[in-house]
């Protein structure tokens, strides 16, 4: 059974996770040029404000509800497992889609190597917490 309330809030809590690890690489000046929010914003001309809105929403929305409605297909023996593979899944269409429509080139290379390692280190990270939670959420009924 589809939980859309539990994977939105896992998704939600996936993406502060990944926002204060984005916010930590910048203020200790790793990569600050790699700064998702504002490649964001500068697509649509606006402020960082809806930059970290709309990073919100495709992590809330788009990642917590796709989480949800594609688990069972998601392959791994639990949500945590299944979290990371769907994390580096959402990785691969953000370097592939995303990062070249923000001008950083395919996989981000415009940035220099890094930048695919880092990104995806995040979004395992990401992966993770998003199962974790979601196994949690008691209505669920998965096993984390």
Not at 43 to 54: D, E, F, L, N, S
Not at 96 to 119: D, H, K, Q, R
Not at 122 to 139: C, D, N
Request: net charge positive; hydrophobic share 60%.
């Amino acid at each position: 059974m589809t939980n859309l309330k539990s994977g939105f809030v896992a998704g939600f809590a996936a993406t502060v996770v990944l926002s204060v690890l984005m916010v930590a690489k910048g203020m200790m000046g790793v990569m600050p040029e790699l700064d998702v929010a504002a490649m964001l914003a500068s697509m649509v001309g606006a402020q960082i404000i809806v930059g970290w809105t709309v990073h919100f929403m495709i992590g809330t929305l788009a990642w917590g509800g796709g989480f949800t409605v594609l688990y069972n297909a998601i392959p791994g023996n639990s949500a945590a497992i299944k979290g990371i593979a769907f994390g580096i899944a959402a990785w691969l269409g953000m370097m592939i889609v995303v990062m070249p429509m923000t001008g950083a080139g395919l996989f981000g290379m415009n940035f220099g190597i890094m930048a695919p390692i880092m990104t995806l280190v995040l979004h395992v990270i990401f992966g993770a917490v998003l199962g974790k939670v979601y196994a949690a959420l008691p209505a669920t009924g998965q096993a984390a």
